[in-house]
């Protein structure tokens, strides 16, 4: 299976100051199709998963520009430009190249 | 508005069954791809098995490889995920969630499936 290694594990951040999360795969997740499939969730206390980005830099339809992705192979990272207090939560990378899908282990975004 | 809605969690002994259920509604069910994802208290999310449109492509996470089976009606709109020989370890919420393109689109609320004697 490939492993995602999310870092932090925890963040704490000041509203409007910016974050970033890191996401590490084991392998490369590029396809012969020329997409890499590499995902963001953020799971809101309290509730289900919701998609942010998928293919490392598509914003789901709906979610704010502040939300960015980027990235390419094995390392990538999502940005939040300037936090806002709606953003806490728990945010999850997941690779769906190969199944079994893996998801990071998750990074708390907490505000200050 | 496209809906999920899990239902048949609860309380079963180690060794026990369970048959969860998914109700969809406000889209094209047959036509997408459906995934139980899980996510035991207070940690990670866990994806557990994918069915594809037709049924034609079925897999399943190791851990639960052999005991549960992934199964829907398109005429019911529905999904199902049979778990048998339930271990303390599969006590999670489970989710049903929607794929895209390949990714999750769109999940339900979950339901507490917590295995104990």
């Known amino acids: 299976d490939i492993v995602m290694t999310q870092s932090p594990l925890s963040l704490s951040v000041t509203p409007g100051q910016p974050a970033s999360i890191s996401c590490k795969s084991s392998q490369s997740l590029l396809y012969s199709d020329g997409k890499t499939y590499l995902d963001w969730y953020l799971q809101k206390p309290g509730q289900s998963p919701q998609l942010l980005i998928y293919e490392v830099s598509n914003r789901f339809s709906g979610v704010p520009d502040r939300f960015s992705g980027s990235g390419s192979g094995t390392d990538f990272t999502l940005k939040i430009s300037r936090v806002e207090a709606e953003d806490v939560g728990v945010y999850y990378c997941m690779q769906t190249l190969q199944l079994s899908w893996t998801f990071g282990q998750g990074t708390k975004v907490e505000i200050k | 508005e496209v809906q999920l809605v899990e239902s048949g969690g609860g309380l079963v002994k180690p060794g026990g069954s369970l048959r969860l259920s998914c109700a969809a509604s406000?889209?094209?069910?047959?036509?997408?791809?459906i995934n139980w994802v899980r996510q035991a208290p207070g940690k990670g999310l866990e994806w557990v098995a994918s069915?594809?449109?037709?049924?034609?492509?079925?897999d399943y996470a190791d851990s639960v490889k052999g005991r549960f089976t992934i199964s829907r009606d398109n005429a019911k709109n529905s999904l199902y995920l049979q778990m048998n020989s339930l271990r303390a370890e599969d006590t999670a919420v489970y989710y049903c969630a929607r794929e895209g393109g390949g990714e999750l689109v769109h999940w339900g609320q979950g339901t507490l499936v917590t295995v104990s004697s």
């Open positions: 069915i594809s449109s037709t049924s034609s492509y079925i």
């Open positions: 406000g889209f094209m069910f047959s036509s997408y791809s």
